[in-house]
């Protein structure tokens, strides 16, 4: 079998369960990949070690990896996973932030110059909100969430399935995520991406990869309590069933768009990618170059064709 | 003229070498337990000293299982720290030339957080022990230089004319006479290195491993499990602890003439 | 005393001429000057003068005169602000040659015990170290510091510092002895013995040896030619021979030769001081 | 004695003082220019020194901007090192006692990685300055206090008898005997702990902050900015050369009379 | 002589009964050994003997017998191993009262000039500093000293750091000097030079002053009573009367008590150990 590393872009978290599942289903063994999964530092890591091949294929931020790529890094990505953005602003349920207005007047904690923090301005704008309507505190992840969680912020800008799912386990309390999505911002997130070098030479053990891949997704679609299971069977100090059950089937919506409805995973538009980029080279620093050639970022050459 | 004599059977009580330790752990956790009930602070900022202890005795054998890997690093970083930050130091403590353009160049290297160049490490050198070790000689290669620079630039000259007027060489003369001059100095530097070895060490596993106590803890606070995550903490300070005691020792044995190492108390009564 | 007609031998001012050979130090126009933060220290007028091979030379002077200067010089391990030093003909700029130096402070290394500095000196000539034990450890017993080899310098008495770095000047058997102030901590038994050991080993060994003291007596018991040095900055007040017949004991000191030529010396500091 | 005669000419140019900090820089972006194009080094991963040398020119006033912050808690954080540090280590000198129960302590406390308690102390003292304050001082503490122990128990029991012989109390003989005799190794102390503290406030600065050098780089290391993030890794490292030296100077105003003070070389040809 | 018929006063032991009030200096069955990581070593047998108020007190004895131990014990730097000693009535166990020491070594503060090394004990006594000042240059003019009060100590010559030392050990004018070795690197004229100074100084000033030579005449010209201590571990030998009438000055040395005295003197260490 063909020795394959995917490294992901953090420490495992809900989001990662098909990856496990499929790997204890056997599902890419039965397409002659033996699978290794390396958890990663962050989408930006997790990019140059693809780059530099120290790692075969990377689940990242695909905003990040276009970022990297416009910058000359070899890679591409070779299926989106998440077409719809899960970036939301969240506060406690009880503070009762559920529309934009309620964030007037506010104190928000984000991180500088995280993917969702560039695309803040553009839902802002959206929402007719102001940079003078609400406080801003400033700090990493971590100190995002202690920000909430001890009332210095009332809400911070994170994932709908990551931060959310943290806060409650420390607090037991539940959040309500204000999600960009909601208001008119469609930008992809998590996929595959690998080197690109390494596709050209690997064209079918790629194709293979994301076979393998797709038929992963599906069937942890479909059991989220075993595919989160799974994680915890191959990492069992991968955190609580409850929390990656919860945390997987808040990801799962985050698969398709109106228009990808019903389709396979991975069957990422033209459209969607196109101004995913338009929106980046706007807001999110991307070099306006990027616009000339949207599709060098990714393909879905590799993906299996519809049916089985 | 050492203590007062009173206090004497108490003090030496306090001072069996046995004991130290106990008690020590003892007022770190009454410390710990303490100042959480006075602040009144919650359990998802810092939980409280039973629940880490629980987790240390319940994943214990895990723990254990992890702290190797950062021990091999710490340990490798240190032991790279001190071969070549002391003729680094040789070096630069020889010659004013040196000394202008190899220092500059090193504190310029120094004042870079590690954690911010840590990545590249990892991209270099993959995710195995290797980004780990340097990472944790970065950190603890420094303090060994500007020591021994100290200690080899405070001996005395006349001491330096004694062993040149003998016709040794430059290296001679040089470990005659300048290094163990400068070995205090050269411990001290090893001591600061040694806990920040340990630190380097988890620096390297923050950005890139996924062994090691520094994993351990990177995941527990991804999973808000802080328990685990003090546990990590403790296990780390122990460790450093540790390895302070060893250099400790060895510089007992190493410079058993120094006059810290005289039974008589220093300041007299 | 007929001074006023012919002076006796030992008493004329030595000429300093030496056999034209390249043995022995020769010194010619040397004079030193430290340069501190604070202006020049003058230290030492230009000196002309020489020691011959096996030579026992023996310099006296006023606290503070430039003699540890001298010896420094001679020893190479600091430069001449001018002139030159020959030693057996070739130029010194640094350390040279089989010399043994005693340091006017004992300079005993704190991290050696007794026994290790006294052999510091096989260890920088990478002599043959079990060779040069035994002879370490019978100085150490002539000197009467046989028990305490193992100790630390600090576990020392003063004058017990002073004799084991005299130990350690000697151990190598060298051919030069450079001593400053050897004997300045010891009790007078214990320098009477020592000046008499020193002279036995000196005439064995056939060394040149240059001390530096402050005692009169010591000097022209000790000393072939005595040089008497000004006051800072030092000079060459003048060089006596001393022709007292060898192998000398300490019953030399009733010798009038001996006497007069104290004396003689004696005068030479109290000319320049004033006794109030 | 000191160098040997033909290189005098070329090495005292060298060595002019006006010259040195000049072809330091030219080295490092000589050095790093060239290491990249040995080994190869994409521009994703390290920018080449001419973009990172751009962003320094356009952006310099934002940079300067963003670098007070930083110089300021960096500089505060060192001087709470020494304020502390050095009383700590008297103590810590001073009583066998008081130093088997906090050596242990303070060892205890470093071995922990900074960067994994800092997002604490923005818990509790809120975004301002004061949590980057802390996190310089906590780095910057521990060097001080371990050299500036082994220069107090350096001492030569002689002096302080000798002062002690004089009826001087015991605060009285340590400012007169140990004090300055410990300066050198204070003095290496904190050199090593001015340093440490940069990367404490930058730390800090990542974990919580609207404004400073480790702002900018958080803020480039999400949009990729590779050069901007390049360009604040050099300020810090300046800002650490920088400080570096004002110490180095106030140690020869303070220590005149050092060995290491004196003109010659310290080793001899 | 006719030593064996009835002695002359001065060669008489002294017995050592004091007046029976509080002043001066006791010691009763002092001891010390040293205990090292390798066994004890033992220095000072049991002593007692007393130095009355105002008294010149000189010790000789051989090197390494424990002179410098007693010094320290007197002064409370170290405390003996059995035995009291008793200053002034009260019992030494700290460092005490109004005492001026100069160790055997300089001992200056490498960190401070000439002049601020001389001024420390008016520093650590919290003197008013203007006042002493000007007697610290005044001191260190005398001793030859002008003009290299700027200086650090290491830019001196090891005699001028002694005197120094001695200028320290007198700045705040003290009750009791206890005096190592104070003389032992100087020249033979500074030497007497300074003898002479410190014998008036102490004669005015009525001084208690115990002072450490190895110069046996040194001893007698200076001293009230001279302690002739045996080798290490060092006990009483002798203790001897000076009977020369003072105010003395330097032809006393050709005084027949004065020669008596110095030979009888040195017969106590000639006895001891054996000349080859
Ligand atoms: N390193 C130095 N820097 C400046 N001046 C110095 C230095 N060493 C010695 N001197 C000065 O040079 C002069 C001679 O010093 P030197 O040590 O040679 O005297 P000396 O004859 O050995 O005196 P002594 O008998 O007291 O030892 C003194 O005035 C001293 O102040
Ligand atoms: N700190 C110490 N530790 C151990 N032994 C010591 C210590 N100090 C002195 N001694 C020993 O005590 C004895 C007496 O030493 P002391 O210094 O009192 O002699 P001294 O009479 O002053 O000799 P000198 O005339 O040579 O100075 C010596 O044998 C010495 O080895
Ligand atoms: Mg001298
Ligand atoms: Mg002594």
Redesign the interface.
Known sequence: ADKVVLMLN????GEHAPFYYGKAKGIYAAEGIELEI??G??S??TT??V??K?ADFGYVDVP?MM??AI???PVVATGVLLQTSPMSAMGFADKNIRKPEDIKGKTVAI?????M??IWPLFLKKTGLKESDFK?????G??K???V??G?ADLLLGYVMDQSM?IK???GKDVYPIKFADYGINMVSSGIIANADYVKANADLVRRFMSATTKAVEAAEKEPKAAAQSILDANP????ID?LTQGFELTIPLYRTAETKGKRPFQVTDQNMTETVNLLVEY??LDAKAKENPKAFYTNDYLPKSGS | MAEPKPQHAVSRMLNAAWVRPFLFLVFIVIAWDLSIRLFRIPAYQIPAPLDVVAVLRTEWPELLRQSWPTTYATVCGFLLSALFGIPVAMLIAGSKTVESYVYPLLVFSQSVPKIAIAPLFVVWFGFGIIPKVISAFLLGFFPVVVSAVQGFKSVDPDMVDLARAMQGNRFQVFCAVNLPHALPAIFSGLKVSVTLAVVGAVVGEFVGSNSGIGYVMQRSIGTFDLPTMFAALVILALLGVVLFWIVDRIEKLVIPWHVSQREDVIFAA | MNETAQPAAHLRLVSDRAAGDASGIRLSGVSKTYRTRDGDVPSLRPLDFHINDGEFFVVVGPSGCGKSTLLKLISGLLPPTSGEILVEGEKVTTPHGNVGIVFQNALLLPWRNILKNVMLPIDMKRLPREQYLTRAKELLKLVGLEGFEKKLPWQLSGGMQQRASICRALVHDPKIMLMDEPFGALDALTRERMNVELMRIQRETRKTVLLITHSIPEAVFLADRVLVMTERPGAVAAIYDVPLPRPRSLDVMADPVFTELVQRIRKHFFSQGSLD
Do not use: C, F
């Open positions: 953090w420490y495992v978290y390396q958890e530092r962050g930006a890591a140059q070690a780059a530099a120290t990040t970022r990297a910058k000359g890094a991180t500088p110059a995280d993917s923090t560039q801003t505190v400033a700090g990493d971590q100190t969430l202690n920000a969680i001890n210095q943290k386990d420390a607090t100090k991968g955190g609580k929390t999110g620093g």
